[in-house]
């Protein structure tokens, strides 16, 4: 039962590695609202051709 332990601190980010974290992250952010913004323009040529 020990071994099924989950432990936050070790998928904690090194202090060493926090800048390549964070730019990873800024950059999936950066795609994130770029999709989002296609599936709300889809959506909203999708909905105008209803009205």
Do not use: C, W
């Amino acid at each position: 039962m020990a071994t099924d332990f989950h432990n936050p601190i070790s998928k904690a980010v090194r202090p060493e590695d926090t800048a390549k974290t964070l730019s990873e992250y800024r950059n999936s952010q950066e795609k994130g609202n770029e999709k989002y913004a296609l599936m709300v323009k889809a959506f909203y040529d999708l909905i105008t051709d209803f009205i």
